[in-house]
């Protein structure tokens, strides 16, 4: 085989407050669970049934680091790019365990918040740029620095341009 692909793609929602740490060499770390929920009708009792799956997800990219310790809350909903792996660790009882994550590294990974930016309340609140990415649902995306440190979104060409031109 030429090549291969090593690419996951999620949307959910936190189940908990994004864990933020440093590394000894300084680099901004953040890790959160992330809920993904698949639903259907059961065939004999037609009831609705529900399964939720989690998945570790953890940053290592600083720009995206730093967006998901300010914005990003339980409950938050996301789109999630990255690479899933596996590592082997020890626990606190000296157990060796096995994890794997959803890895967002420098140039390999993509973090879309899907909802309001507000703090407080992230269902609240509307910012951001839709997303170009062919979906057929408006996203709002932060690929525009301007968008990651709270300004307002840049206004469309149209309502910028001068209509005093001459000519």
Same mark, same amino acid.
């Given at each position: 085989?030429? /090549?291969?692909?090593?690419?996951?793609?999620? $949307?959910?929602?936190? +189940?908990?407050?994004?864990? $933020? *740490?440093?590394?000894?060499?300084?680099?901004?770390?953040?890790?959160? %669970?992330?809920?993904?929920?698949?639903? !259907?009708?059961?065939?004999?009792? @037609?009831?609705?049934?529900?399964?939720?799956? !989690?998945?570790?997800?953890?940053?290592?990219?600083?720009?995206?680091?730093?967006?998901?310790?300010?914005?990003?809350? =339980? /409950?938050?909903?996301?789109? $999630?790019? @990255?690479?899933?792996?596996?590592?082997?660790?020890?626990?606190?009882? @000296?157990?060796?365990?096995?994890?794997?994550?959803?890895?967002?590294?420098?140039?390999? @990974?993509?973090?879309?918040?899907?909802?309001?930016? %507000?703090?407080?309340? &992230?269902?609240?609140?509307?910012?951001?740029?839709?997303?170009?990415? +062919?979906?057929?649902?408006?996203?709002? %995306?932060?690929?525009? &620095? *301007?968008?990651?440190? /709270?300004? =307002?979104? &840049?206004? *469309?060409?149209?309502?910028?341009?001068?209509?005093?031109? &001459?000519?």
């Amino acid at each position: 085989m030429a /090549g291969s692909v090593n690419k996951v793609i999620l $949307v959910g929602r936190l +189940g908990r407050d994004p864990d $933020v *740490r440093t590394t000894q060499s300084g680099q901004l770390v953040i890790s959160f %669970s992330l809920a993904t929920d698949e639903t !259907w009708r059961d065939k004999n009792s @037609g009831d609705r049934k529900q399964r939720t799956e !989690w998945h570790n997800i953890v940053i290592f990219n600083e720009g995206l680091a730093k967006i998901a310790e300010s914005y990003l809350r =339980k /409950g938050s909903r996301v789109y $999630v790019e @990255g690479m899933q792996c596996t590592r082997d660790y020890t626990d606190r009882e @000296g157990n060796a365990r096995k994890i794997t994550e959803v890895v967002l590294k420098q140039f390999h @990974g993509e973090l879309c918040l899907l909802d309001g930016g %507000s703090r407080s309340a &992230p269902d609240e609140g509307s910012y951001g740029t839709q997303s170009t990415r +062919g979906a057929t649902q408006q996203q709002k %995306s932060y690929d525009d &620095p *301007r968008m990651a440190m /709270g300004e =307002k979104a &840049p206004q *469309r060409l149209a309502d910028r341009i001068d209509d005093d031109i &001459p000519f």
